[in-house]
């Protein structure tokens, strides 16, 4: 029915006046849907599960909270809505595998915490008055190492040998998911006769470019006359649109700036207030608001740049399908900047302060140090709030304004109908108070988590808990809202989730780069592993080790450098430097990537099993071809 609606003309067929996804679109029709089977509501007298319709079932075996335990019923999933609705809810199978990564995640912080105590060099807890610290900005006065022995502790509970074993861990994890990911793909696609299927032959226009359109051409592959857009006329808007896209960047970067100086203003207010507590812990305190600063920002910059994007995706893309692959492309960039460019300026790029005589400045403000217990504490701060964060104000969000849709939907039959209403809607009436679907777009950008959990896991091995915690809600979030709220959509074909798999396997590639430098440049894991090989094996002297003094003339006071009292670095600092760039070439560029590549080479992206099927199948088709045409003959 949907396909002769879609194909049927109204108008003149060269100004493509056709189907009735383009009369919605100009308001002629105010909805168009296919209709749900019923209820999802059980009937009040006991019935046999023979007698339920398919919604019912869905929602009784599937859709509830108490079914939580329960496996995607895909098959059931895939007849009511779809092969590409159903592909969501099977890739939703990574929640599953996110329970190995959580125990061993909690393992590495449980493992922390037991030695925290006994790894944490003495010298800070002990040392007390010993060392007078350089002041960390002009008008602060200096302050004691021994102030900071709980920040160091708690420093090493995301900084210790564990998380590196737990990287590498992750690193393996996330490319072996993908790689059963392909098999689970293979094999649901044969399972419901997709593998062949390519959305692009089959695909018309979309109304918007069919009415935007300035010409006509043929297509070669069906001979139809179609709406088309001039090459120069769409390498101009692929242009414009890629001015804006790069403005919006800069604006993100504008926005990063600004929660660095209000870090910065919060931190010298606290240090000025007078009071040993905030003069304390006025780092944690600057970069715990900072950071709640800045998931506004994100969370208001990603509305505004989703509506841009669409608007300016809907101009030249003549199927759906290109469409979306070109939308979720620009979101999903813009996202990943607009998310992780916070994360990525803590771990790689603060710290940067030069040494006293010679300080670095951004705006007349000196640029910002790592706080008492190091760069990696801030990074595990400020992605506890930023993935938690989004997390619960997405699930809060989306739960009210799909209340709030319904409650719109409701007022609007109700007006249009008035008093002549019936005592019992119809199935269509009560369709029509439901919520639009709104497609998978937002529920697979959810994947931004993917990069929260591999990218930064190094420095929030809790990472994978908190993702796993969130998505069993999601699961029934998603069951409840598809099946009770949503109006039910159009079935669509699918043999994969599209380019939001090429998303990911870049996201496992980045992770391991981005681990490597991480565990680098900023842990302290690696100055007290060659310390330790070279000195002391406990660390005895580190902390006295790892302080310079300021160039003479200028104050008493030491700071937390590898320099001597010119300012220059040391010959330790060029061997730690060495090591670093070592530890990432040959451990995790070689060791790590190779293991990798094995582990794709190893699983084959088809079942064994499934490519003897698919062999067998072809063969008995031939031999029944063949056997027919002996037949005719």
């Given at each position: 029915?949907?396909?002769?609606?879609?194909?049927?003309?109204?108008?003149?067929?060269?100004?493509?006046?056709?189907?009735?996804?383009?009369?919605?679109?100009?308001?002629?029709?105010?909805?168009?849907?296919?209709?749900?089977?019923?209820?999802?509501?059980?009937?009040?007298?006991?019935?046999?599960?023979?007698?339920?319709?398919?919604?019912?079932?869905?929602?009784?075996?599937?859709?509830?909270?108490?079914?939580?335990?329960?496996?995607?019923?895909?098959?059931?999933?895939?007849?009511?809505?779809?092969?590409?609705?159903?592909?969501?809810?099977?890739?939703?199978?990574?929640?599953?595998?996110?329970?190995?990564?959580?125990?061993?995640?909690?393992?590495?912080?449980?493992?922390?915490?037991?030695?925290?105590?006994?790894?944490?060099?003495?010298?800070?807890?002990?040392?007390?008055?010993?060392?007078?610290?350089?002041?960390?900005?002009?008008?602060?006065?200096?302050?004691?190492?021994?102030?900071?022995?709980?920040?160091?502790?708690?420093?090493?509970?995301?900084?210790?040998?564990?998380?590196?074993?737990?990287?590498?861990?992750?690193?393996?994890?996330?490319?072996?998911?993908?790689?059963?990911?392909?098999?689970?793909?293979?094999?649901?696609?044969?399972?419901?006769?997709?593998?062949?299927?390519?959305?692009?032959?089959?695909?018309?226009?979309?109304?918007?470019?069919?009415?935007?359109?300035?010409?006509?051409?043929?297509?070669?592959?069906?001979?139809?006359?179609?709406?088309?857009?001039?090459?120069?006329?769409?390498?101009?808007?692929?242009?414009?649109?890629?001015?804006?896209?790069?403005?919006?960047?800069?604006?993100?970067?504008?926005?990063?700036?600004?929660?660095?100086?209000?870090?910065?203003?919060?931190?010298?207010?606290?240090?000025?207030?007078?009071?040993?507590?905030?003069?304390?812990?006025?780092?944690?305190?600057?970069?715990?608001?900072?950071?709640?600063?800045?998931?506004?920002?994100?969370?208001?910059?990603?509305?505004?740049?989703?509506?841009?994007?669409?608007?300016?995706?809907?101009?030249?893309?003549?199927?759906?399908?290109?469409?979306?692959?070109?939308?979720?492309?620009?979101?999903?960039?813009?996202?990943?900047?607009?998310?992780?460019?916070?994360?990525?300026?803590?771990?790689?790029?603060?710290?940067?302060?030069?040494?006293?005589?010679?300080?670095?400045?951004?705006?007349?403000?000196?640029?910002?140090?790592?706080?008492?217990?190091?760069?990696?504490?801030?990074?595990?701060?400020?992605?506890?709030?930023?993935?938690?964060?989004?997390?619960?104000?997405n699930n809060i969000q989306e739960f009210i304004i799909r209340k709030v849709k319904a409650w719109r939907q409701k007022r609007t039959l109700a007006s249009v109908l008035g008093d002549n209403e019936p005592g019992e809607a119809r199935r269509w009436e009560e369709d029509y108070k439901l919520v639009p679907c709104g497609g998978l777009f937002e529920e697979y950008l959810e994947m931004l988590q993917f990069g929260f959990i591999t990218i930064f896991v190094a420095a929030f091995p809790l990472a994978p808990l908190f993702a796993l915690l969130n998505n069993w809600v999601e699961i029934r979030l998603d069951a409840h809202k598809f099946v009770c709220e949503y109006r039910r959509p159009v079935a669509e074909r699918a043999q994969n989730i599209g380019v939001w798999f090429n998303i990911l396997e870049a996201l496992s590639h980045l992770s391991v780069i981005a681990n490597a430098f991480l565990i680098a440049f900023t842990s302290d894991f690696l100055p007290r592993l060659l310390y330790q090989y070279k000195f002391s094996d406990d660390l005895n002297g580190y902390v006295n080790f790892t302080l310079a003094y300021a160039p003479l003339n200028y104050t008493d006071y030491p700071y937390k450098a590898f320099?001597?009292?010119?300012?220059?670095?040391?010959?330790?600092?060029?061997?730690?430097?060495?090591?670093?760039?070592?530890?990432?070439?040959?451990?995790?560029?070689?060791?790590?990537?190779?293991?990798?590549?094995?582990?794709?080479?190893?699983?084959?992206?088809?079942?064994?099993?499934?490519?003897?099927?698919?062999?067998?199948?072809?063969?008995?088709?031939?031999?029944?071809?063949?056997?027919?045409?002996?037949?005719?003959?």
């Open positions: 029915v949907y396909e002769i609606l879609a194909r049927t003309v109204y108008g003149k067929r060269k100004r493509t006046e056709v189907g009735v996804d383009r009369l919605v679109n100009e308001g002629a029709y105010s909805a168009a849907y296919p209709l749900h089977e019923g209820p999802f509501k059980l009937p009040g007298y006991e019935t046999h599960p023979e007698e339920l319709n398919q919604r019912q079932v869905l929602h009784y075996y599937w859709a509830r909270w108490c079914k939580w335990y329960k496996y995607q019923p895909l098959d059931h999933i895939r007849e009511y809505f779809g092969e590409k609705i159903a592909l969501y809810f099977a890739w939703l199978f990574y929640t599953a595998w996110l329970l190995p990564a959580a125990i061993v995640g909690t393992l590495v912080f449980v493992s922390g915490i037991m030695h925290m105590d006994t790894n944490t060099p003495e010298d800070i807890c002990t040392s007390g008055a010993k060392y007078p610290m350089c002041p960390l900005c002009k008008t602060c006065e200096a302050w004691n190492m021994s102030d900071i022995c709980t920040m160091a502790k708690l420093g090493y509970l995301f900084d210790h040998p564990g998380t590196v074993f737990f990287s590498v861990f992750m690193s393996f994890w996330a490319v072996t998911f993908l790689e059963f990911w392909k098999r689970k793909m293979a094999t649901l696609a044969h399972h419901w006769d997709c593998m062949d299927f390519h959305e692009e032959e089959q695909e018309r226009p979309r109304p918007e470019f069919a009415a935007t359109a300035p010409t006509v051409e043929e297509n070669p592959v069906t001979g139809v006359k179609e709406p088309y857009f001039p090459e120069k006329t769409r390498l101009s808007r692929m242009f414009t649109g890629s001015m804006i896209i790069i403005l919006m960047l800069c604006v993100v970067i504008i926005f990063l700036v600004t929660v660095v100086m209000c870090r910065g203003v919060i931190s010298v207010m606290m240090y000025q207030s007078g009071s040993p507590v905030l003069r304390t812990e006025a780092g944690t305190i600057a970069n715990i608001c900072s950071s709640i600063v800045n998931l506004g920002f994100i969370l208001f910059m990603g509305q505004i740049y989703t509506a841009l994007a669409e608007q300016l995706t809907k101009w030249m893309h003549r199927t759906q399908t290109q469409h979306d692959n070109a939308f979720t492309l620009k979101v999903f960039i813009f996202q990943f900047v607009n998310f992780y460019s916070s994360p990525f300026y803590v771990a790689f790029f603060k710290g940067f302060v030069g040494y006293p005589t010679n300080y670095g400045t951004l705006f007349g403000m000196r640029n910002e140090d790592c706080g008492p217990g190091g760069c990696l504490i801030e990074l595990a701060e400020q992605l506890f709030i930023i993935m938690v964060g989004k997390q619960l104000i320099r001597d009292d010119n300012g220059a670095y040391t010959l330790f600092y060029w061997e730690l430097l060495a090591v670093r760039l070592g530890f990432i070439i040959a451990f995790e560029q070689h060791v790590v990537f190779f293991v990798l590549r094995a582990i794709d080479w190893i699983v084959p992206d088809v079942p064994e099993s499934l490519e003897l099927k698919i062999k067998r199948e072809r063969y008995l088709a031939k031999q029944a071809l063949a056997e027919n045409q002996e037949a005719l003959l």
